[in-house]
């Protein structure tokens, strides 16, 4: 269909958004369309094709895009409300500096020169590495590949990691370990084709609630769904079978059904043989994990057990999902591998309608984990410690190796650092630790401990008001760039107005420091494009090898998945057809050992506490808190508990509740309702304190990846005096 067809002409707005922080007159009034700038979502991880709406340098309005396989013309409610940012009165306009212990406006040229002051004081004193850098994937991949260069070329440390480490590296390093490359297998449309999906720890209709008509899509070809999460979600609810997996024990589960598998023989001894490494061992570990033995584990019943590894071990084509709820796990990369085991005894990987994958989650959390903002990481997902990555990348960005610094630690571990003393500054884009760390009560006093914080962002975040620089940064809207989606499909952001008052493009941030830093001339990018052609050569030959792709490639296919390694090839969206990416092309199978969460439940603390999302609000909610409709849907957190659970401690549904763990304590509005397993609570985590449930939550971290465990800790909750929250 024609672009034109969605040219909304100005007399046919009729409506107006009237809401919290909407201008006077509403956000269209006595607006016309200029034009519509194609682009895509600026929240989660599926990256839905729309148009902005843009009048003069304002941005008032969106449209699906019906011409884009991602979404074909959906949106969900974050996706139509996300333009409201872009002019919205709490945009930061000007940079802020800490004075007297306040946060005062300040010029350009104050604020840099004091970040780059303080910067070589700090360095000077104590060395390069006791400054950190620490990103995000809500950034184009530009800005990722810029960030993890300013750490190691601008500032010369060790230290850059990104908010992804708390996402689903787990997910990324059982990829590795099994595929020698982290990404999903296959584009979505293949789910349409699958017979079985079955989906590990995902509330996938709230957090990817367009990527679901896929999942429909297969369900209406008469597809079946197993849905393992410790509460019946909405998905859950239309699924074949719910398997109500007590928290942080999934891998008792998963090995379960492989030895069901097993048993029954649903093998696929070709592929086996002809494809994977390892069986054996992954065979033998699962020996004694009966349906009966891990439901005394997992609490799932064992003719549960057994019929789920029925219903897919006689699909022809099944498909295997899992997110945060499989991940965030101090055994987050063994639960990946426990179910990469199922994915390939059955041979059903690497071929239509077949397939394995993490739901990734942040619109660029693909992306921002490919081209070196990650502490273990080089561009094109190369190795920081691999002695011939070092050498190719210092070339590409004109150093001697001797000067390229070496691996990192995770953003967790830096946590650590800065409570030691040993980090005395960071940089930091694109994240809000005040929400999104565990253990805040821990993270905030090191965070605190810093002698110099820089944070640029466009709103002012709970971590943004403790800094002692805030420079205001860009929204998506207002930059060009690319983002790799859910799919590992690379697609392209468009510009659609200039940053207000005196925002800068992040990119340009970020250069104007390294020049400031004398190191101007390994920053000197005229646009994205040039940071967009550095980074396809940094990547060239590399897992993530970008060299074949171009903004004009992208916008003529809607989107290439990489790899792509040469200009005239078409991209790679089924990883899996004819290899894995180890060097013998094999997949490799995986031991797996259940182990307990660190923390479980006691006398003291004797329910779970689990945590995630609802979909009207993202991550920490520094943007969605924002938007008057998203905020009226869920304007505050809840606790949510079983009626049996609520019952036991006299707590009515409304009621306020406090929930304890060994860390700390929130008073929250109890949510009664029978879709949770009785001895779990769970609390949505998009606020901060003094109702961020990170206050409670544990920082012990999967030694594999070091991803937090943020959804399973001992907690208690009893009724809490007075009047609601
Ligand atoms: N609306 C909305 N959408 C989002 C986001 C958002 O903030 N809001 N964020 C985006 C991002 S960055 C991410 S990472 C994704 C996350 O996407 P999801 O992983 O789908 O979301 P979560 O709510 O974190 O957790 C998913 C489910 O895990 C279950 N769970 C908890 N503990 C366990 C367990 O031990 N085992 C199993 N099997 N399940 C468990 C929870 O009950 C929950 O239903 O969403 C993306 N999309
Ligand atoms: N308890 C608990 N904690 C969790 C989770 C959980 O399930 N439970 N989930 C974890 C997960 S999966 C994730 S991904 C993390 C996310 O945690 P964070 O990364 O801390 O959360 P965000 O809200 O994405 O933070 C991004 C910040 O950068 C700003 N920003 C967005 N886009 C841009 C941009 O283009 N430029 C600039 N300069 N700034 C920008 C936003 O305004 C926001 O303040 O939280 C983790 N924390
Ligand atoms: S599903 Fe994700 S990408 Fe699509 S509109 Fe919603 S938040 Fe945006
Ligand atoms: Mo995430």
Excluded at 23 to 32: K, L, S, V, Y
Excluded at 624 to 631: I, K, N
Aim: charged share 25%; aromatic share 10%; glycine share 8%.
């Amino acid at each position: 269909m024609s672009v034109d067809k969605f040219i909304f002409q100005p007399e046919d707005k009729t409506y107006e958004f009237l809401e919290r922080g909407t201008p006077p007159g509403g956000w269209r009034a006595g607006m016309t369309i200029d034009r519509l700038v194609p682009t895509h979502c600026a929240f989660c991880g599926v990256q839905c094709a729309m148009y902005l709406e843009v009048s003069g340098n304002k941005v008032v309005g969106v449209e699906p895009r019906l011409d884009h396989p991602i979404n074909e013309g959906r949106l969900c409610p974050k996706g139509v409300a996300a333009y409201q940012q872009v002019n919205h009165p709490d945009r930061l306009l000007k940079p802020l500096i800490r004075k007297n212990g306040r946060l005062v406006e300040s010029t350009w040229d104050e604020a840099l020169d004091l970040v780059v002051k303080r910067f070589q004081d700090i360095q000077r004193e104590h060395g390069k590495d006791a400054l950190a850098v620490y990103g995000g994937s809500s950034i184009t991949t530009e800005k990722a590949y810029l960030l993890g260069k300013f750490a190691r070329v601008g500032l010369g440390t060790r230290y850059v990691d990104y908010n992804g480490r708390l996402c689903m590296v787990a997910a990324a390093s059982a990829n590795f370990r099994a595929f020698g490359i982290d990404r999903i297998g296959q584009p979505y449309a293949d789910i349409s084709l699958a017979d079985c999906l079955f989906v590990v720890g995902s509330n996938t209709t709230e957090t990817f609630p367009v990527a679901i008509h896929f999942f429909w899509k297969a369900r209406d070809r008469g597809a079946k769904l197993i849905v393992a999460d410790p509460r019946l979600t909405q998905m859950a609810r239309t699924a074949d079978l719910h398997l109500p997996v007590l928290p942080g024990t999934d891998s008792a589960l998963l090995n379960a059904i492989l030895h069901v598998i097993i048993k029954e023989d649903y093998l696929d001894r070709e592929f086996i043989a002809r494809r994977t490494r390892d069986f054996d061992k992954a065979a033998a570990a699962v020996e004694r994990y009966t349906p009966e033995y891990a439901q005394n584990i997992c609490g799932v019943p064992a003719e549960k057990i057994v019929a789920a590894a029925h219903l897919w071990g006689q699909s022809a084509k099944a498909m295997l999902f899992h997110a945060r709820g499989l991940e965030h796990h101090t055994q987050g990369t063994e639960n990946c591998l426990a179910a990469i085991n199922i994915v390939l005894a059955t041979g059903k990987i690497g071929k239509p309608g077949c397939g394995y994958g993490t739901l990734t989650g942040q619109g660029n959390g693909q992306g921002g984990r490919e081209h070196g903002q990650k502490c273990d990481q080089l561009p094109g997902q190369r190795s920081i410690e691999d002695p011939e990555a070092r050498k190719y990348v210092a070339g590409v960005w004109g150093i001697p190796v001797e000067e390229m610094p070496p691996g990192g630690v995770s953003i967790v571990d830096m946590f650590e650092l800065m409570d030691k003393g040993v980090l005395k500054g960071m940089f930091s884009l694109c994240n809000n630790s005040l929400v999104s760390i565990p253990n805040l009560n821990w993270a905030i006093p090191a965070l605190r401990k810093l002698e110099f914080l820089v944070v640029v962002d466009f709103f002012l975040s709970e971590t943004a008001a403790l800094a002692d620089v805030v420079l205001p940064g860009s929204v998506w809207a207002e930059d060009e760039g690319v983002v790799a989606n859910q799919e590992g499909r690379v697609i392209k952001i468009n510009k659609a107005v200039d940053p207000p008052g005196e925002a800068r493009i992040d990119w340009q941030i970020v250069c104007d420091i390294a020049r400031r830093l004398g190191k101007g001339q390994h920053f000197d990018f005229s646009s994205p494009r040039a940071i967009f052609d550095e980074l396809r050569l940094a990547s060239k030959g590399g897992r993530a090898d970008y060299y074949g792709i171009s903004y004009e490639k992208v916008e003529a296919q809607k989107g290439v998945f990489w790899p792509c390694p040469a200009p005239d090839h078409p991209g790679t969206p089924r990883l899996f057809d004819d290899r894995f990416y180890h060097a013998d092309g094999r997949a490799i199978f995986h031991p797996i050992e259940f182990k307990p969460a660190f923390e479980i439940p006691d006398d003291e603390y004797p329910y779970y506490l689990t945590t995630g999302r609802v979909v009207y609000h993202y991550l920490s909610g520094n943007q969605t808190r924002r938007l008057g409709f998203l905020l009226s849907q869920a304007p505050e957190p809840w606790v949510e508990m079983h009626p049996r659970l609520a019952a036991r401690m006299g707590i009515r549904d409304g009621d306020r509740a406090r929930v304890r763990t060994r860390r700390g304590e929130v008073v929250l509005r109890a949510l009664v309702a029978r879709t949770i397993r009785p001895d779990t609570l769970f609390i949505p985590y998009h606020w901060g304190p003094p109702r961020a449930v990170n206050l409670l939550t544990v920082n012990a971290l999967d030694p594999l990846s070091r991803i937090p465990e943020f959804k399973a800790c001992a907690a208690t909750v009893e009724r809490a005096e007075g009047a609601a929250p």
